[in-house]
């Protein structure tokens, strides 16, 4: 369970997106499903469904995210990587 868990953190240090997109994606296609289903058989759109479709959406942006400040912390990484190899 730790190494998973270390596993995990790595892949969401350095590519966040491998886990985030695929969550986002599911949960997507799950509340899109989940409110289709609920529309064909009571006409009215489920707020199950609704709620699912945001979590998506909302997993999704915070992948994007943490996207972001992976890629900002890795070329600050680079820049004092090469500060450091100049001054020597």
């Known amino acids: ?4 868990g270390l596993i995990l953190r790595m892949i ?14 599911f949960l997507l296609i799950f509340g899109f499903l989940w409110s289709l ?4 058989m009571t006409k009215t759109i489920s707020s199950m469904g609704t709620m699912i479709v945001l979590a998506g959406i909302m997993v999704f942006v915070f992948g994007l995210l943490a996207d972001q400040i992976a890629a900002t912390r890795l070329s600050i ?5 090469t500060i450091k ?4």
């Open 12 to 25: 969401s240090l350095f590519n966040p997106l491998k886990i985030f997109m695929p969550t986002s994606i």
């Open 1 to 4: 369970m730790r190494f998973t």
């Open 77 to 81: 990484g680079r820049v004092n990587k």
């Open 37 to 40: 289903r609920a529309y064909t």
């Open 85 to 88: 190899s100049n001054k020597n």
